[in-house]
């Protein structure tokens, strides 16, 4: 059952990509494989650079009790999870923020110089990145399960269930979106403003992300709240991005708007 759950989950995520280029093509510009493969490069490099920065907490507490790992190797799992249960909310912000800095920095690289709609298929190649890790997670749900109370099971499956069929919307409005209003903002010479403004955005979409999987993860957060609090991530997280999006591709008046 988890297989063909798994099967079902990764033929949906390359299928909605497969749409969304199509979408794009259809009603904006017509798109060029390597505008694409740029956008898939500096992604890469962007979240290489951004895992390395994300493990220094926990490497700071590995480090720090490494020590204890030949009598006890499993005290520093124990030292990691209780530092992230102290210290969750500031971890949240600081996994989004580093998230944010890396891959729109990167984006601004990506995009500068390059006419507008090869921005839009540079944001397309971040999104397929996007897409990529969660058919890594799909395949890795075959192997790895984590332990949780059976009621909190239920409402995690539906909300993941969710997460998954908005997962291509998000990923392909907003990636994409992100990399018009820089472009746009760079125009105009006020390209690191339209950098802020997508790390912020950024920011709060990764952190919200962290802060939900981990609460779930580690028990800080019952039933009660995995459902209010998931509605209030998907509302804000989608709105936010289609909101980029049509923003990115506003031509009405130019480029006035932005100056």
């Known amino acids: 059952m988890q297989l063909i759950t798994a099967l079902l989950a990764i033929t949906y995520l390359i299928t909605s990509s497969a749409i969304a280029y199509l979408l794009f093509s259809k009603f904006t510009w017509r798109g060029r494989a390597y505008w694409v ?49 102290s210290n969750i909310y500031w971890l949240a912000i600081y ?15 990506a995009v500068k110089d390059r006419e507008f709609k090869a921005s839009l298929y540079i944001g397309y190649g971040f ?51 992100a990399s018009l209003i820089i472009r746009r903002y760079q125009s105009v010479g006020r390209g690191f403003l339209g950098l802020l403004l997508m790390i912020l955005a950024h920011t709060y979409i990764d952190s ?38 049509a923003t990115g591709l506003r031509v009405d008046g130019g480029l006035r708007s932005f100056t």
Do not use: C
């Not at 996994?95 to 690289?109: D, H, K, P, S």
């Open 95 to 109: 996994m989004g923020l580093i998230a944010g800095v890396f891959q729109e920095t990167f984006r601004y690289l």
């Open 208 to 245: 919200f992300t962290w802060y939900l999987d981990n609460a779930v993860a580690l028990n800080l957060i019952g039933p009660g709240l995995v459902v209010p609090l998931s509605s209030v991530f998907f509302a804000t997280v989608t709105a936010i991005s289609a909101l980029i999006l």
């Open 37 to 85: 493969l740029i956008g898939v490069g500096f992604m890469l490099l962007a979240v290489i650079l951004q895992a390395i920065v994300q493990g220094i907490p926990t490497l700071i507490i590995v480090f720090t009790h490494v020590s204890e790992a030949p009598t006890n190797p499993g005290s520093i799992i124990g030292f990691v999870q209780g530092f992230v249960k």
């Open 127 to 177: 999104a397929v990145i996007d897409i990529a890790f969660t058919v890594i997670s799909a395949l890795s749900s075959l192997f790895i399960t984590m332990p949780m109370e059976f009621n909190v099971q239920q409402y995690v499956a539906a909300v993941s269930i969710v997460g998954l069929v908005l997962q291509p919307v998000i990923s392909f409005t907003f990636h994409p979106g």
